[in-house]
């Protein structure tokens, strides 16, 4: 009998550390994590493969560069949970999240994180979001 593949997490962020440590907390938690600095090279990875999950920055070659890609990603398969990550409270002091239904209308994001993120914080939306699947 063949074990389960494990699910594929896109990552996308444009600093460097934040992946590097994402990536590694989400693959001893034996998820398979696919990487991307930017939007641009999300956006070429996501024309070769669907990710079950994609965690995305907000802010990074264009200041709604999060918000762009959540949106390829769910008219590319609206089914793929899409989880931003953003560090704009802290940089700018805006309060920011998706809770009225006219704002998920048109952020298409399943969830939102501040950053920095805590690891178990971070697990619990992935497992909660593929669960849904």
Do not use: C
């Amino acid at each position: 009998m063949n074990p389960t593949p494990p699910k594929t997490i896109l990552l996308v962020d444009d600093d460097i550390d934040f992946l590097a440590q994402t990536r590694q907390y989400l693959e001893s938690a034996g998820y398979r994590v696919i990487t991307a600095e930017g939007q641009a090279q999300a956006e070429t990875i996501l024309a070769d493969h669907s990710p079950d999950l994609a965690i995305v920055d907000l802010m990074m070659e264009h200041m709604d560069g999060g918000f762009a890609l959540a949106y390829h990603i769910k008219k590319m398969d609206a089914r793929i949970p899409v989880i931003i990550a953003t560090g704009v409270t802290s940089e700018t002091g805006l309060e920011f999240d998706a809770a009225t239904d006219e704002e998920r209308s048109w952020v298409k994001a399943d969830a939102f994180l501040a950053k920095p993120l805590r690891g178990e914080q971070l697990l619990r939306e992935v497992e909660r979001l593929l669960g849904a699947l």
